[in-house]
């Protein structure tokens, strides 16, 4: 995706308030001043906003990594309320009366664990907005035919998670397209990296006993970026499936016509406007 004006200032705040989370006054000048300097130098209306961002987040790797306690924390708490959701969450898909019901209510439940916030996180996700949708208190976004369609004739799908705690709903999804006869290559951030889900989190979920192959990326996956193995696995997929804001930025424009499924909470207005949706709406949308 191309930026808006505004994703210079949400850039900042994002890489800012993540990475500065155990940093001392003095340093917090140092590292908002790097930050900075890549916006000044790469913010150009041609660029990538998950390029922009790795590139950001790059300049400020020592700040990352000491972060990593900070998140772990976090991460550890809601990898633990989604996995008790889980079988609640289960219990909902399952009460889709046919395939293409079930299959979409888990990928309703997908998109509906999007939550992390664009400021920094405090606590642990609750899921409350998933919660509300097992419970049928808030009406279920739209899913279109073709998403089913699609995924049905997909034999090589690429998944690309998002967070920690939303990658065990994002089993129940990649357990649907199992079902379908898919091969599932799976793919996380190198750790550290804020709340994002690493192997750690793969692990937790047991999800490399489900999937066929587990890769893991230094940053945002950007496809014309990236180098063998992932570009073997992006060659070879017919279906693409990403997760969250951050993946949706990275990918948009830059999947070379490839079928992508995008699951996501619509945090900002430049995504609500790419993805034609309101403000605040959870989407479930196909690109070809």
């Known amino acids: 995706m191309k930026p808006y004006e505004k994703c ?58 000491d972060s990593a306690p900070y998140y772990k924390g976090l991460k550890l708490q809601s990898n633990k309320v989604a996995q008790e959701l889980l079988s609640m969450a289960r219990m909902f898909i399952e009460k889709g009366e046919t395939d293409q019901e079930r299959f979409n ?112 990326v230094d940053g945002f996956f950007i496809p014309k970026e990236t180098t063998p193995p992932l570009l073997d696995c992006i060659k070879q997929s017919d279906l693409l499936v990403a997760k969250g804001t951050g993946n949706y930025e990275a990918l948009k424009g830059e999947v070379d016509g490839k079928k992508t499924i995008y699951m996501l909470k619509a945090k900002c207005e430049p995504v609500a406007l790419e993805t034609g949706v309101t403000l605040g709406s959870f989407v479930v949308k196909l690109e070809k």
């Not at 041609?46 to 400020?60: A, D, K, Q, R, Y």
């Not at 939550?115 to 049928?136: H, K, N, T, Y």
């Not at 649907?176 to 898919?182: Q, Y």
């Open 105 to 216: 209510r888990a990928c309703v439940l997908a998109a509906g664990t999007n939550v992390a916030p664009i400021g920094l996180p405090s606590e642990g996700f609750r899921f409350q907005e998933a919660l509300d949708m097992i419970e049928e208190k808030d009406p279920l976004p739209i899913v279109t035919e073709d998403v089913f369609k699609v995924a049905q004739s997909a034999r090589h799908v690429l998944y690309i998670t998002d967070n920690a705690g939303e990658i065990g709903f994002d089993s129940l999804l990649i357990a649907k397209l199992k079902e379908m006869g898919s091969k599932v290559t799976l793919v996380v951030k190198k750790g550290p990296f804020f709340e994002d889900a690493t192997t750690e989190d793969v692990s937790f979920f047991k999800l490399d006993q489900l999937v066929d192959r587990v890769l893991a």
């Open 8 to 65: 210079a200032s949400c850039t900042l705040k994002w890489v800012y308030e993540r990475a500065s989370v155990r940093a001392v006054e003095k340093k917090r000048f140092e590292l908002i001043r790097r930050i900075l300097g890549v916006l000044s130098k790469e913010f150009l209306p041609t660029v990538n906003v998950g390029w922009l961002c790795n590139e950001t987040i790059h300049s400020v790797r020592e700040f990352v990594v």
